[in-house]
């Protein structure tokens, strides 16, 4: 007997396969038996069961606060960071909670159920903090929330980052990390790397640092960021986020770069949607594209996933939630076409960013945790093509939301009345 069974859906790698779930736990992989037993069965016949979407990069306590106090004029990044200081002086904690959980709702809604959110720790009464400690909380249920102190205006800039960084850490924040980019010299970018990577060495932890996140080819934070990995042993926990800068690096420093990167196993969180807005802003033509080396990493076997970064908020006027939004700006930024690489596309808003958030119990194999997304779309490539319908999302053995099938109806004399976008080959029927 079964919680729930999601019949004859498609599984990324094309199995077609029936998913029995009990007890929040996946229980079976497998084509069941008609008559099987359950609480209840979901037909997905025809439609793409996926693990979760997963965001690995993510700015929580700004989320869905556009336009206060103000807009971001100047598209900037430094504009933006200038508006959330105003922004950081008025709000409540209530008013981050609020706009949290509201963004968690539609998130949960797209199948979006793993969020690795920064949070900014530049702020002596760390009301971001307390608040998304709380919304990881309200959450549990349903969604992984996964936080990083991030002193948002300098490790060394801002005179009580440090200690407030640390003290995030000690109320229970998951992550490190940090922005040397934004540092006022090099040399002290390059001291912030070293004082957070011995942070997170000395407490057992992951690091994720904005890094490079400029189109100046010679903020080069990420090689620092690469030995100090070596160095103190932090191999496959830690992570590069934008690094906007290798786009405009020299090719022959960038390919002694990749391999100290690959060496170290450390990872690569490029935000196709807010890059592409922010980056090239100082350009005449050409302008450069807002995205670090994509494909260039994965050739060397670097883990990349996609970040979505900003919803409504100073950085960013757009989106939705949607990681295929994300993946889909992605896979054309970075001119990601051939067949396998719009597929990877798919993996790098799922598997791949579940890999770097380290997430336990992550996929659909018999034990993983009973989440998982019942796409209207055929496989992979047609998700990120169409961005459909989440037809049922089911979090940790329970479903939490499900949509009609989009299915638009048609008057036109000599056409048919209903219309998909789903591709149906010639002859198919
Ligand atoms: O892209 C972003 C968004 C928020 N803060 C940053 O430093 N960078």
């Not at 008609?34 to 965001?55: C, K, M, N, R």
């Not at 996609?306 to 939004?325: E, I």
Request: hydrophobic fraction near 40%; glycine fraction near 10%.
């Amino acid at each position: 007997m079964f919680d729930i069974v999601v019949k004859g859906g498609t599984l990324p790698d094309g199995r077609v396969a029936d998913i029995g779930i009990r007890d929040g736990r996946i229980a079976a992989v497998e084509r069941l038996d008609d008559a099987v037993e359950a609480g209840e069965v979901i037909d997905a016949t025809g439609d793409l069961v996926s693990p979760p979407f997963v965001d690995p990069h993510f700015h929580m306590d700004a989320t869905l606060s556009y336009g206060l106090p103000r807009i971001n004029a100047s598209g900037t990044l430094l504009e933006g960071i200038a508006l959330w200081g105003e922004l950081k002086q008025v709000m409540t904690v209530d008013e981050v909670k609020e706009r949290a959980l509201a963004y968690c709702d539609w998130a949960a809604s797209l199948g979006l159920l793993a969020i690795r959110s920064h949070v900014d720790t530049c702020d002596d009464r760390l009301l971001g903090v307390q608040a998304l400690l709380d919304v990881r909380e309200a959450v549990k249920g349903y969604i992984d929330l996964q936080l990083v102190a991030f002193p948002q205006d300098g490790l060394y800039c801002d005179p009580t980052a440090y200690e407030n960084t640390v003290r995030a850490l000690d109320m229970g924040v998951d992550v490190v990390g940090g922005i040397p980019h934004f540092e006022r010299t090099m040399a002290y970018g390059v001291a912030s790397v070293t004082a957070l990577c011995e942070i997170a060495a000395e407490r057992g932890l992951l690091v994720d640092l904005h890094c490079d996140e400029t189109d100046d080819p010679m903020s080069r934070h990420i090689e620092t960021l690469a030995y100090e990995t070596q160095r103190l042993g932090l191999q496959g926990r830690v992570t590069g986020s934008h690094l906007t800068s290798m786009h405009s690096m020299d090719n022959y420093y960038v390919s002694k770069l990749l391999p100290l990167m690959a060496e170290a196993q450390v990872a690569a969180i490029p935000n196709p949607l807010i890059n592409i807005m922010l980056q090239g802003r100082h350009d005449t033509f050409p302008k450069r594209r807002g995205l670090t080396r994509v494909k260039e990493m994965q050739a060397l076997g670097i883990t990349v996933g996609w970040g979505q970064d900003c919803v409504r908020d100073p950085w960013y006027s757009l989106g939705t939630g949607d990681m295929l939004d994300v993946a889909f700006m992605g896979l054309h930024v970075a001119q990601m076409s051939a067949p396998e690489e719009m597929a990877r596309c798919f993996d790098m808003v799922t598997a791949e960013s579940a890999k770097i958030m380290h997430l336990d119990g992550y996929g659909l194999e018999v034990g993983c945790t009973a989440s998982l997304v019942v796409l209207d779309a055929g496989d992979k490539i047609e998700a990120v093509r169409l961005r459909p319908d989440r037809l049922c999302v089911i979090a940790k053995g329970k479903v939490i939301s499900r949509q009609a099938r989009n299915d638009a109806r048609l008057s036109i004399p000599g056409r048919p009345e209903s219309v998909r976008r789903r591709h149906q080959p010639m002859g198919s029927g």
